[in-house]
């Protein structure tokens, strides 16, 4: 046959280099998967201990709702939490508590 006269369907082997009879080719890496995007919300599973200030477990209990958030979601619970924490701390300095000891009298010492 002349060349190029090959049928459009024919493919001619491509020739094997010397001493490479036998030889298994080199296995073509598979195609990595691309990684995952970004996952559904999921909670954290932290245990939250109640402290039995009534105040605080409110505001620890508020922690959980960041579990249902994207991550761009958990910032503005976190700053409310903790401005609350805060704020409840300020109340305990602000409560009128018994009078501070004044000075004790000269007959006293």
Same mark, same amino acid.
């Given at each position: 046959?002349?060349?190029?006269? !090959? =049928? $459009?369907?024919? #493919? /001619? %082997? *491509? @020739? +094997? &280099? !010397? =001493? $490479?009879?036998? #030889? /298994? %080719? *080199? @296995? +073509? &890496? !598979?195609?990595?998967?691309?990684?995952?995007?970004?996952?559904? &919300?999921?909670?954290?599973?932290?245990?939250?201990?109640?402290?039995?200030?009534?105040?605080?477990?409110?505001?620890?209990?508020?922690?959980?709702?960041?579990?249902?958030?994207?991550?761009?979601?958990?910032?503005?619970?976190?700053?409310?939490?903790?401005?609350?924490?805060?704020?409840?701390?300020?109340?305990?300095?602000?409560?009128?508590?018994?009078?501070?000891?004044?000075?004790?009298?000269?007959?006293?010492?």
């Amino acid at each position: 046959m002349p060349e190029g006269a !090959e =049928g $459009a369907g024919d #493919v /001619a %082997p *491509e @020739p +094997v &280099p !010397e =001493g $490479a009879e036998g #030889v /298994a %080719p *080199e @296995p +073509v &890496p !598979e195609a990595v998967p691309e990684p995952p995007g970004p996952a559904d &919300p999921a909670p954290l599973g932290v245990d939250r201990t109640p402290t039995g200030v009534a105040e605080v477990d409110a505001r620890l209990a508020r922690l959980a709702d960041a579990d249902h958030l994207g991550t761009s979601g958990h910032l503005e619970v976190y700053e409310d939490v903790h401005q609350g924490l805060r704020d409840t701390l300020t109340a305990l300095d602000r409560r009128p508590g018994p009078p501070a000891p004044g000075p004790r009298p000269p007959s006293a010492t």
